[in-house]
């Protein structure tokens, strides 16, 4: 066996393993609740800890960091501690030596799976044929090197993109599959069967240049751990305690690894929540953690289920949702007694909310906003959590408009997505031929063989000239300055760009319009055969944005309000700001004020994670819901609506099956008909349930709420005086052919009925389906 410098001393071991046991003062054990002064002291042996949210996992994690330390259990330098972000280590760093002082000065194995590899990497590269001095590629440079490869095999990049290569051979490696592991039917996912000899291709391309990317960090560990066994006991004797954060987030390849390095003294630490995991799409394996019992036999299981972030009605409905899945270990969370929240007797129950559309919906958490922040409230203590980014654009839109100050977090504001943008200057060079920046941004997007060299010839023809570049291209191309896939890329744009000026001058409506260019230009294809995690994203965006301009008479009108909320959203604001983001992008923050739009079926749960991975998508989704609702400290507002207008066309949609999950005794059921704005307010619904969508299980409280008051006006109780209709019975039957009219859709006939919904052949707005309620004979 080699020897291992960091190792103790015989003189000091006896020593460093019997430990000094803690003084009841010692700052780290510091008011600690029972379950979680038990995970800190608990040292020997494999150990689980069931962090649910806002339970102080992270304490838990950095006061064991301590006491192992000060109890002489090992040195710092003996102890391996692994985070997920460069964040959570800087922040677990500070707090054990804020701690530990000078003791902990040691601590030089805490960091990211990928920092801790690339140390072990580069003091042995040799072991898998790289120099000590190797390069880390990044994304970018993963991408071009694809390219090459692409190019070298002779395949279409617009067909099999570097980007999809790049992502395929980044989810092998989550995989820890080496091009010798993966399976033969994977190789048809690219290159027509040629998937797997890309990736072998690639692999030694990266020996050559004497780089890895950041999976070849995890996967070369792992090869260097399985073919050296002495050198893996060095490593068992040098780790003696392993301390593991957000367990249930990691992928195969970092399961391994730490099995490897778990195999010494047994003594891992793993911190996590089941029911928070929620990157699958990114490749992580919640059943790493569902099966720690077995992978380490006698492991003792730490539940910490006493929250100290929320109130016991948010916690409630964030319990009875999970408790749905089938896949979890099983853990209830409760307000600990010295928490904020247990001293609050005006907790607000979580309100359910059901609205007509999604105007209606970004219009009453606006409402909401401005209430709050009238009663003294901060903007910033209010958050919008949506499941797709699609969403975003009516809240980012309503805010503009009423002066409220926001920002998106993870991500640009829609209008400025790259994808939008790309869209915008297409029809912006449609209206307006000589408009150069837009030409020059989607003359190559997507690729035309247009590259910089013959854009910046043309931009010196028209400059010398004093034409646009729409106005000088055709007359270049009649010439020999520009030759080959350049000149057949630029005809096939200028060609494409009349076509479509002249669909508009003919009348064409400006959404049908806008789907056209997407089409024709092989904008949507290039996404469509995208395969990374954003691609689908990006596509939802643009549908999005159709959607939006169905709500303006023209492309010019269109354009105009773009350029003003552009404008309007562009001035410095402070830090006051309401935030908007994904739920995926909330995981671990927390707001006073929190609302969760949008839950409805095929939206939330998603159709795509149901379409894709069945049971598995649902649980996954689920578990969305969960880390949704406990994000919320005081108030959690979550509403769905009746009507959606999803890419460009109005559908009715079904509230989300997780509304049916939450618990009656903690959350009240709440509609827009006679809000008054105020944050708590509980009125009733008018019409009849139904008029929300058809349910086959109406048991949660919202629904029974619903029920309760079905046909009953927020105010006077039916049959009082009241300048309403208090007593509808249900939706009106129309025989097919019958004249109808529709407040926002006009008169129409009845072309199709189907229970309480109707399709509809309106005169100006063609055929759309709508419920019967809201449409009266004609």
Not at 345 to 354: F, L, S, Y
Not at 387 to 399: G, I, K
Not at 576 to 595: C, N, Y
Request: aromatic share 8%; net charge neutral.
């Amino acid at each position: 066996m080699s020897s291992n410098p960091n190792r103790l001393p015989i003189s000091q071991m006896a020593a460093a393993r019997a430990p000094a046991p803690p003084a009841d003062g010692a700052a780290y054990l510091s008011g600690l609740n029972p379950e979680q002064r038990e995970a800190v002291l608990h040292t020997e042996g494999p150990l689980l800890v069931l962090a649910g949210a806002g339970t102080g996992k992270t304490r838990v994690l950095t006061a064991r960091l301590a006491h192992i330390v000060a109890s002489r259990l090992a040195y710092p330098s003996q102890t391996l501690t692994v985070t997920f972000t460069n964040k959570a280590a800087r922040e677990m760093r500070e707090r054990a030596l804020a701690l530990l002082g000078e003791a902990g000065e040691g601590l030089r194995w805490l960091g990211t799976f990928h920092s801790i590899s690339a140390q072990i990497l580069r003091r042995h590269a040799e072991l898998v044929g790289l120099k000590s001095t190797f390069t880390i590629l990044d994304t970018d440079d993963q991408v071009r090197l694809c390219k090459q490869i692409v190019q070298a095999e002779n395949l279409d990049p617009k067909r099999w993109t570097p980007r999809n290569l790049a992502g395929l051979i980044d989810g092998w490696k989550n995989r820890a599959l080496t091009p010798d592991k993966v399976p033969g039917e994977e190789a048809e996912l690219f290159g027509n069967g040629k998937g797997i000899k890309c990736y072998e291709i690639y692999q030694a391309r990266l020996k050559v240049l004497n780089a890895c990317d950041f999976g070849d960090l995890l996967i070369h560990s792992i090869t260097i751990f399985q073919q050296n066994p002495d050198l893996l006991r060095d490593f068992h004797a040098k780790f003696r305690y392993i301390l593991v954060d957000e367990y249930q987030d990691t992928n195969v390849a970092q399961y391994l690894w730490l099995r490897l390095l778990a195999q010494g003294s047994k003594n891992i630490c793993c911190v996590g929540d089941d029911d928070q995991s929620i990157y699958g799409w990114r490749g992580a394996e919640v059943d790493n953690i569902l099966r720690f019992e077995t992978d380490f036999p006698g492991a003792k299981v730490v539940r910490l289920e006493r929250n100290y972030r929320s109130t016991q009605h948010i916690l409630a409905a964030a319990s009875a949702v999970i408790a749905h899945n089938k896949g979890r270990l099983g853990k209830t969370l409760y307000v600990g007694d010295d928490s904020a929240a247990a001293s609050d007797p005006d907790a607000a129950k979580v309100k359910v909310r059901g609205l007509w559309d999604g105007e209606a919906e970004s219009r009453l958490i606006a409402d909401d906003i401005e209430s709050w922040v009238r009663g003294g409230g901060r903007h910033d203590a209010c958050a919008v959590l949506v499941r797709a980014s699609w969403q975003m654009r009516a809240f980012e839109e309503r805010f503009i408009l009423l002066g409220i100050p926001y920002r998106v977090i993870g991500g640009p504001r829609f209008f400025e997505r790259a994808e939008i943008r790309d869209a915008m200057a297409y029809l912006r060079l449609v209206r307006s031929p000589d408009d150069d920046l837009a030409f020059e941004r989607v003359v190559n997007e997507p690729k035309r063989g247009v590259g910089d060299t013959t854009l910046a010839k043309l931009q010196s023809y028209a400059r010398a000239d004093g034409r646009s570049l729409f106005t000088l291209t055709p007359m270049v191309l009649q010439t020999d300055e520009i030759k080959g896939g350049a000149k057949r890329g630029l005809t096939v744009f200028i060609d494409q760009i009349n076509l479509w000026r002249a669909k508009l001058a003919n009348g064409m409506p400006h959404t049908e319009l806008a789907e056209m260019i997407l089409e024709e230009s092989g904008y949507t294809d290039m996404l469509q055969k995208d395969r990374s995690p954003q691609a689908q994203g990006r596509l939802d965006n643009l549908k999005e944005l159709v959607r939006a301009m169905g709500e303006f008479d023209s492309l010019a009108g269109f354009l105009e309000h773009v350029e003003l909320v552009m404008d309007a959203a562009s001035g410095a604001g402070s830090d006051d700001q309401v935030q908007i983001l994904t739920l995926h992008g909330a995981k671990g923050l927390e707001w006073p004020v929190v609302f969760l739009p949008g839950w409805e079926e095929e939206v939330f749960p998603s159709k795509r994670s149901l379409d894709e991975s069945g049971l598995r998508g649902l649980e996954e989704e689920r578990r969305l819901a969960y880390v949704g609702i406990t994000r919320a400290r005081a108030r959690c507002y979550i509403s769905f609506v009746a009507n959606r207008q999803i890419y460009g066309r109005w559908q009715s949609v079904m509230p989300s099956r997780f509304i049916d999950e939450l618990p009656h005794e903690h959350v009240d059921a709440v509609s827009e008909t006679g809000y008054s704005g105020m944050p708590g307010a509980e009125t009733a619904f008018i019409g009849t349930v139904e008029d929300l969508g058809e349910r086959s299980n109406y048991e949660s409280p919202g629904w029974k709420r619903l029920k309760e008051n079905a046909g009953r006006p927020s105010g006077p109780p039916p049959g009082e005086a009241s300048g309403l209709n208090a007593t509808a019975s249900g939706p009106e039957t129309f025989r097919i052919g019958a004249r109808v009219f529709h407040d926002k859709f006009g008169y129409g006939k009845v072309a199709f009925s189907e229970g309480n919904k109707l399709t509809v052949d309106f005169d100006k707005t063609g055929r759309k389906k709508v419920i019967a309620t809201f449409v009266t004979a004609a």
